[in-house]
């Protein structure tokens, strides 16, 4: 299972204590992040989730380190490797135009 398959669910720590049955329910299908107040404290992994990180990260240590790659070279990179998402943030504020001189 690829844990990148669909965005995290996230509950509270209310919610975990109330409904363990679904954490792993969900857990099954991704990863949960339980928050404590708002803020990100813990995160619950179907056991093949957690086996693929723990051989990701043994196979990354026998690896080179990857070099430093500028926006540009990453925007470019065709490979599979190279893909990422990325959200642009939203404009709120008011627009004024451009001005040429």
């Known amino acids: 299972?690829?844990?990148r398959e669909k965005p995290p669910v996230t509950m509270t720590s209310r919610e975990f204590?109330?409904?363990?049955?679904r954490v792993k329910r969900?857990?099954?299908?991704g990863p949960v992040i339980i928050?404590?107040?708002?803020?990100?404290?813990?995160v619950v992994?179907?056991?093949?989730?957690?086996d693929d990180l723990k051989r990701q990260?043994?196979?990354g240590e026998k690896s080179e380190p990857r070099p430093f790659k500028s926006?540009?070279?990453s925007l470019a990179d065709t490979s599979p490797e190279g893909d990422?998402?990325?959200?642009?943030?939203?404009?709120?504020?008011?627009f004024k135009g451009f001005e040429f001189e």
């Open 1 to 3: 299972m690829n844990i």
């Open 17 to 21: 204590n109330q409904d363990t049955a």
């Open 26 to 29: 969900e857990a099954r299908k």
């Open 35 to 42: 928050t404590e107040r708002g803020v990100p404290s813990l």
């Open 45 to 50: 992994l179907s056991i093949q989730a957690f």
């Open 57 to 59: 990260a043994t196979d």
């Open 71 to 73: 926006l540009a070279e």
């Open 84 to 94: 990422f998402e990325f959200a642009f943030p939203e404009f709120k504020g008011k």
